[in-house]
């Protein structure tokens, strides 16, 4: 009986939906007021009869490397007073907002990441976005700029890059990470240009609370980028 409540599920509709899958290998630099290699591995699974529309899954290393960059406030609960999706379209409470500023930022971070993406007979057009991982960076002072607090503003602060990320939508988000738009062009069976906007969450997280009870601080970066793919088993 277990047997045959198996073969019905692997024959059902929403298991044939997944045909061909498509690996890939990724460099790309996105550059800008800062400059940011990343390396990424990326399997995708077609879904339908023909195959165009994919989605999947990758694990990518980004690396983010600035001079003087302010940081805001992270968190959404101070940010817009909401959380998950409603923060994305709540406007920013300018009281709760503070500073701080790093004369220089250098983080490297390796996150899982989703990937949806639509393909044409040589072109993708996709998108993909970090889910969950790890952050890892060096430790600095910078000077904390505080709006409500006398005692705290102008002081200098230590703070290095929050360890652990994680998708949440918006401000709701933790950690460092990475989205990406772009087209690819497949130039033969093996190896493509990519490029697009790469959207960047940095984050760093001081030493002791500050005001508000908040120790996390962001800088947000839109940056485009160019890419190199390779596939193995295209």
Do not use: C
Not at 14 to 41: E, I, R
Not at 102 to 120: D, E, H, K, M, P
Not at 200 to 217: A, G, P, S
């Amino acid at each position: 009986m277990k047997k045959t409540l198996v073969l019905l599920l692997l024959s059902s509709p929403l298991f044939a939906q997944y045909n061909k899958t498509q690996h890939s290998l990724d460099v790309a630099v996105a550059f800008g007021p800062a400059v940011s290699p990343s390396a990424s591995y990326q399997k995708l699974y077609g879904i339908g009869k023909s195959d165009r529309f994919k989605i999947g899954w990758g694990v990518r290393l980004n690396t983010f490397f600035s001079g003087q960059k302010n940081y805001i406030t992270a968190p959404a609960s101070l940010t817009s007073g909401k959380q998950s999706i409603v923060a994305f379209f709540t406007e920013n409470i300018a009281g709760n907002l503070d500073t701080l500023q790093l004369t220089r930022s250098a983080t490297g971070s390796l996150n899982s990441t989703i990937v949806l993406q639509y393909s044409f007979r040589k072109l993708d057009i996709g998108f993909n976005i970090d889910a969950f991982g790890l952050t890892f960076g060096g430790k600095q002072s910078g000077k904390f700029v505080a709006s409500e607090s006398k005692s705290l503003n102008n002081t200098n602060q230590n703070a290095k890059p929050t360890p652990f990320n994680l998708l949440l939508i918006s401000d709701s988000d933790i950690g460092s990470l990475n989205s990406e738009l772009y087209f690819r062009y497949w130039v033969n069976k093996r190896f493509a240009v990519r490029g697009g906007a790469s959207f960047q969450f940095i984050e760093y997280q001081t030493d002791r609370l500050l005001t508000f009870e908040n120790d996390r601080f962001r800088h947000k970066a839109l940056l485009p980028f160019l890419a190199v793919s390779f596939s193995p088993f295209k």
